[in-house]
Nanobody, 121 residues
Framework: QVQLVESGGGLVQAGGSLRLSCAAS????????MGWYRQAPGKQRELVAT???????NYADSVKGRFTISRDNAKNTVYLQMNSLKPEDTSVYYC???????????????WGQGTQVTVSS
């Protein structure tokens, strides 16, 4: 039906940068909001950043000024540029997209499989 495939995670030293990508594919008519969330071991999943189809963004206070979310609507892809990474950014990062199906025109949230980001001190 609809798949979200993430890429770009890895191991980086504190102060470094990573860029995450998430591509949606399948029976997609349109995509409303897209976003990134993260979940560290023993903690609840938390919002990192979201972006509307029109490009309006929202960030968690902990990442403001360091992370930038963007999207390419033609490619159904959302990106997360992460700069000045800190050890506390270490988590599994999940992308999320609210997808309107081609046939059943109902918006449904989908999640990617997650990608590990590890920041060493």
């Amino acid at each position: 039906q609809v798949q979200l495939v993430e890429s770009g995670g890895g191991l980086v030293q504190a102060g470094g940068s990573l860029r995450l990508s998430c591509a949606a594919s399948g029976m997609i008519f349109s995509i409303n909001d897209m976003g990134w969330y993260r979940q560290a071991p023993g903690k609840q999943r938390e919002l990192v950043a979201t972006i509307t189809s029109g490009g309006k963004t929202n960030y968690a206070d902990s990442v403001k000024g360091r992370f930038t979310i963007s999207r390419d609507n033609a490619k159904n892809t959302v990106y997360l540029q992460m700069n000045s990474l800190k050890p506390e950014d270490t988590s599994v990062y999940y992308c999320n997209a609210e997808v309107v199906h081609t046939i059943v025109r109902i918006a449904t949230p989908y999640w990617g499989q997650g990608t590990q980001v590890t920041v060493s001190s």
